[in-house]
């Protein structure tokens, strides 16, 4: 196992650890299917990225081990990266904690539905993520970098935020608790702020970036922005 493998498998696997912690604390229970299905689904993901991409597209998983607020370059992302980051706490927070109290009763079938709905935003960070090989988690314009125009960025600028997105709404539903959008909607929101932050950044620094604006005319949902 090379270094970059190494590495890769402990951000992976021990990115799952935090969720699974503050899930299982605030819930005081690890009778919590909802969450182990959850868990699970993220895991097998996770874990299929990375295998594929350190085979295909190493440098990839390079750019993608720098994350977190610490690793932004610019202030402004670093704040609304620790706004995301919390936000998403408090998304896992309440679900746990509904759990706990029964504060709510979403249904099964809304919960296999949320799941299938996690499975396919999951996929559509993996395309982008194989179509652009500087989706890197922090932003910032990489030397030769070039505009990425095939597979899903033929039909919004930000197939990775939308993804990320849908995966941060359905995220509630999955965990079986109405409450958590209380977190995850303004985590969507501060995925918004940030997406308009970095199209700044490229439009200034990412040759080709403002002609393909023109061309793909939407940000995050296709003929709506």
Known sequence: MTPLSAQAWRHTLGSALPFAAVLFVSAWTLRYGEAWLYLAIYLVGACFNTA????????????RL?????????SSQRTIQAMTAICLLATFVLAGLDHRWRWSNL????????????????LLVFAAFRHNSYAASTVEVAPAQAVSVVGPYA??????YLGSAIAFLATPAALGSAYAWL????????????????????????????AYCTRVRFRLLPGVW
């Open 52 to 63: 594929y991409f350190l085979k295909h597209d190493p440098a990839l998983v390079r750019r």
């Open 66 to 74: 720098r994350a977190g607020p610490g690793a932004e370059s610019l």
């Open 107 to 122: 249904p099964l079938p809304a919960v296999a539905l949320a799941d299938a709905v996690l499975v396919s935003a999951m």
């Open 155 to 160: 039909w919004v600028r930000h197939p990775m």
């Open 183 to 210: 977190g995850a909607i303004p985590a969507t929101c501060a995925l918004v702020v940030r997406l308009l932050d970095e199209e700044r950044l490229l439009a200034a620094q990412l040759p080709g970036y403002a």
